[in-house]
C-alpha cells in the first residue's frame, strides 16, 4: 500500500511523539512522562483479543491502540494534585441541593440550537497521562471534543463547527465544571466522529459545504468558544505543519460524504476516509510530517454507493469499508479490492466494520439478511473471497428502515487467552429493540441470547454500544463492568420515566475460582443477573467453582450451587420490574418484583399478599434479607443492576473514560440528539435550551 510502508513512523517514533513539539507561536508545553489515553470511535472498531502464537503477538505488540486497550483493562490510576476528591464531594452535594436527588449527569453543557454529534457518530477524548486526572491548570488538561454538525458563524453570539470542553471533572473544583477550552468556525458543517493527534494538539475529521466535503486536519490552541468562535488561519497542505496555531488545511475529496469518518494509524501516521462516491482517500505524513494526499491507485473506488467509515488492520495492512448497498470490501496494500457477498439488504451497512486484529477477522452489521427476516451479525476471516458471506448469528427481527449499530465486546473476550466472551448488540431492528449477547468461544460466535426489551416502541432506533470495564471501581470486591446505549424513545428502565434516554445494564462476567463477596451481582450465560445472597458456610464470601455451574432460571426458584457459593436469579437483565416502587394496600402475587426506596430489588415470596395500608416498610438492605410487610414477606434480591436517564432523541455514540478518573467513578460522554435543557456550570456558562454534551458517572446513572 503505497504511502504506508515508506512511511511507517516505527513504535519508537510514534512514542516521541507524545513529547509535544513546538510550532511558531506556540506556548511550551510540559513532555508527558506517562502515555496519553485517546478515546474516540476507532478504539471500538479495532480491538486486540489476546494473540494466541508468537507470531500474532509480534504483529500486536507494538500497536499503539492495543497498548491503549491494554490500558483500559488493567491499569489503575492516581490522582492528580490539581484534581481535589474534597471538592469533587462538595460538588455532588451542591448540585443535588440545586437540581435535586434524581439529577444523574455530572454535567451538561449547550454547544448550541439543534447541535449534536450525531446519531451514529462518536465525541473524542484527550487524557495527558493516561493514569492522571488532569483539570485546566495544567499544561496540556484532559478535555473532550464536541462537533456541533451546525453550520459556523465567527464572532460574539456566533456558532462553532467544533469545540473542545475541559476541566471535566467535578474534583477540579470552582464553578467552572466543564469550562470552554476551545471553540472554532472551520468554515462547513462537521458531521463526522474526530480524531485526535497521539500528542494532542491535533484533530482531524471531515466537514461538509455545498454539497462536496473534505478532510480538515486542524492545529489548535486554547481560545474561542462555542458562542463565540474564532476562526483557525487556513493554510496550504505542505505549509501547515510550521503553522501558526490555531491554523488548519483542506483536502478536498470531490465529493460529499455523510457517513464515513477519518480514519488515523498511529503507527504510520497515515489516515483513510470515503465519500459518498464509493472512493478510499488515503493521507500520509498526517499528524507528523507534511500531509499529502496519497496519488495512483489511490483513491480507490470500492463501488458507488456511499461508504461507511474505513477501518485499517494493522496485522495484514488492509483497509475494510462498508456501503449503503450492504457490502464489505477489503482493500489490500496494493490497492485491489476484494468485494464481499451482499450482507444487508436493509439499510445497508451503517458503521464502519469492526476488526479483530489478534485472530485476524471482522464483523459486519446487518438490519435485514438476505433471507429478509432477520437482522444479523456476520463474521468474516480478515482475508475473506469475492463474494465471502461469513458466518451469521440472528439478533432478531429485520428491518429495512432501522439500522443495525455495532456491538460491544466483554473484557473476558478482550482478555481471555483464546478469543472467548461475549459480544452485546441492540438488535431487533423490526421490533422493539432488545439487548443480546453474542457467546463467543474460541473466536466462534454462538446462539444469541436475548434480553428483554429496552424500548415499548416497535422501531425504535438505538445507539451503538459500548461496553465499559473499570478495574478502579469493585462491586462486593470484584472490578464491574457495564453495557451503554440509548434509545430514541419510550425506554423501558424505571429510571427512564418512559422516555428516550441512556441506560447503562451491569455485565460483570462470572469468573471461575474467584472470591466474591455477599452481594455480588454477575450476569451469567442466560442473561440473567445472579446475586450472592448467601454462601454455604455463611462467613461473608466465598470462591467460585472451577467451571461455570447450570444456572438456575426461575425467578426466587433454587438457588445455584457453585463451589462454596450459593447464587439466586434476580431475572433477566433490562427486565426492570413493572412496578417503580411499592404501593400501599396493594395486592401483590408471589415472585412479583419491586424496586424499593433503597434501589434494591424485592420480590414478594409465595404466595403474595396485599401490603400494609400505610407508609412502605423498613425494608432490609442485606441481600437475602426479609422485610414483613402486613401478609407478604418481601426478600432482598440485591441492587437494580439497570440505571437510567432521559436523553432527548437518544444520544450520539457513547465514549468511555475508565483509567483516568476521580472519586466515586470515571465517566461516559454523549450528546443529545435533540434540544434539551442544558445545566451548564455553576458560573451560568452552557446553560440553556439546545444540544447538550453530557458527562454522566459510569458507576450508575441514578
Known amino acids: 500500500m503505497k504511502g504506508i510502508v515508506a512511511r511507517a513512523l516505527g513504535l519508537s517514533v510514534v512514542l516521541a511523539a507524545s513529547a509535544v513539539t513546538l510550532t511558531a507561536g506556540e506556548t511550551p508545553k510540559a513532555k508527558n512522562t506517562g502515555t496519553p489515553l485517546i478515546t474516540d470511535w476507532t478504539q471500538r472498531h479495532v480491538i486486540f483479543s489476546q494473540p494466541r502464537t508468537p507470531e500474532q503477538a509480534a504483529r500486536v505488540r507494538g500497536n499503539i491502540r492495543y497498548q491503549q486497550q491494554i490500558a483500559r483493562h488493567t491499569v489503575r490510576p492516581v490522582l492528580s494534585t490539581k484534581v481535589d476528591p474534597r471538592a469533587w464531594r462538595k460538588r455532588r452535594r451542591l448540585l443535588h441541593l440545586l437540581y435535586g436527588k434524581r439529577l444523574h449527569r455530572d454535567w451538561s453543557f449547550n454547544l448550541g440550537s439543534s447541535a449534536s454529534v ?260 456476520f463474521q468474516l476471516p480478515a482475508n475473506f473471497a469475492s463474494g465471502a458471506t461469513g458466518t451469521e448469528v440472528a439478533v432478531g427481527n429485520a428491518s429495512a428502515t432501522t439500522p443495525l449499530y455495532n456491538g460491544g465486546f466483554s473484557h473476558d473476550y478482550i482478555m481471555s487467552a483464546n478469543s472467548t466472551g461475549r459480544m452485546y448488540v ?119 467453582g472451577g467451571t461455570q455451574p447450570a444456572w438456575q432460571t426461575s425467578l426466587f426458584g433454587p438457588t445455584t450451587a457453585d463451589g462454596n457459593l450459593l447464587w439466586r436469579n434476580q431475572g433477566p437483565l433490562v427486565s426492570t420490574p413493572a412496578n417503580a416502587g411499592w404501593i400501599p394496600n396493594h395486592p401483590y402475587p408471589g415472585a412479583f418484583e419491586i424496586i424499593d426506596s433503597n434501589n434494591n430489588i424485592q420480590i414478594a415470596e409465595l404466595p403474595g399478599g396485599t401490603s400494609v395500608n400505610g407508609t412502605h416498610p423498613v425494608w432490609a438492605t442485606n441481600p437475602g434479607g426479609t422485610t414483613t410487610d402486613n401478609d407478604i414477606l418481601w426478600y432482598n434480591l440485591g441492587a437494580n443492576p439497570v440505571a437510567g436517564l432521559g436523553a432527548s432523541g437518544g444520544t450520539s455514540g457513547i465514549i468511555m473514560d475508565n483509567t483516568v478518573t476521580v472519586p466515586g467513578g470515571s465517566q461516559v460522554y454523549f450528546s443529545n440528539l435533540q434540544d434539551f435543557g442544558c445545566i451548564g456550570n455553576l458560573d451560568g456558562a452552557g446553560g440553556g435550551t439546545g444540544g447538550c454534551a453530557v458527562q454522566a458517572a459510569q458507576f450508575g446513572l441514578q
Not at 178 to 195: D, F, L, M, R
Not at 442 to 470: E, F, H, Q, R, W
Open 426 to 544: 441492540c438488535g431487533n431492528p423490526g421490533g422493539v429493540p432488545t439487548l443480546y449477547g453474542i457467546p463467543i468461544a474460541g473466536g466462534i460466535m454462538g446462539t444469541p441470547v436475548a434480553g428483554s426489551a429496552l424500548s415499548n416502541n416497535a422501531g425504535t432506533k438505538c445507539s451503538p454500544v459500548t461496553d465499559v470495564y473499570n478495574p478502579t471501581l469493585t462491586g462486593a470486591g470484584r472490578p464491574l463492568e457495564w453495557v451503554f446505549m440509548s434509545v430514541h424513545a419510550t425506554g423501558t428502565p424505571t429510571a427512564c420515566g418512559g422516555v428516550a434516554c441512556v441506560m447503562s445494564f451491569r455485565a460483570t462476567p462470572w469468573e471461575p475460582n474467584t472470591t466474591y463477596s455477599n452481594g455480588q451481582l454477575i450476569l451469567d450465560s442466560n442473561m440473567n443477573i445472579q446475586v450472592l445472597d448467601d454462601e454455604l458456610d455463611h462467613s461473608g464470601s466465598g470462591t467460585s
Open 118 to 377: 450525531g446519531e451514529g457518530r462518536f465525541p473524542a477524548k484527550y487524557s495527558f497521562d493516561s493514569t492522571v486526572a488532569t483539570c485546566i491548570s495544567a499544561t496540556i488538561p484532559d478535555f473532550v471534543v464536541f462537533p456541533t454538525n451546525l453550520a459556523g458563524l465567527s464572532g460574539a453570539g456566533g456558532q462553532a463547527t467544533i469545540a473542545a470542553l475541559s476541566n471535566l471533572y467535578a474534583g477540579c473544583g470552582g464553578t467552572k465544571v466543564p469550562a470552554q477550552y476551545w471553540g472554532y468556525n472551520t468554515g462547513g458543517i462537521v458531521n463526522t466522529s474526530p480524531v485526535i493527534s497521539l500528542d494532542g494538539t491535533q484533530i482531524a475529521f471531515t466537514q461538509k459545504s455545498g454539497g462536496a466535503a473534505s478532510l480538515m486536519l486542524l492545529r489548535w490552541t486554547a481560545g474561542g468558544s462555542i458562542q463565540n468562535p474564532q476562526t483557525p488561519t487556513p493554510e496550504l497542505n505542505n505549509a501547515y505543519p510550521t503553522c501558526v496555531a490555531p491554523c488548519m488545511t483542506p483536502f478536498p475529496l470531490g465529493a460529499n460524504d455523510t457517513n464515513s469518518s477519518v480514519y488515523y494509524d498511529y503507527g504510520t501516521d497515515v489516515a483513510f476516509v470515503g465519500d459518498d462516491a464509493g472512493f478510499v482517500h488515503q493521507y500520509t505524513g498526517v499528524f507528523n510530517g507534511t500531509p499529502a494526499e496519497v496519488g495512483s491507485p489511490w483513491p480507490v473506488q470500492v463501488g458507488s454507493s456511499p461508504l461507511t467509515s474505513p477501518v485499517f488492520d494493522p496485522s495484514n495492512a488492509s483497509v475494510y469499508v462498508g456501503d449503503t448497498g450492504g457490502f464489505l470490501y477489503r482493500i489490500d496494500n496494493t490497492g485491489t479490492v476484494t468485494k464481499s457477498g451482499r450482507l444487508d439488504f436493509g439499510t445497508g451497512l451503517t458503521e464502519g466494520p469492526v476488526i479483530d486484529a489478534g485472530i485476524g477477522v471482522v464483523y459486519a452489521f446487518s438490519s435485514k439478511d438476505v433471507g429478509g427476516t432477520h437482522a444479523g451479525v
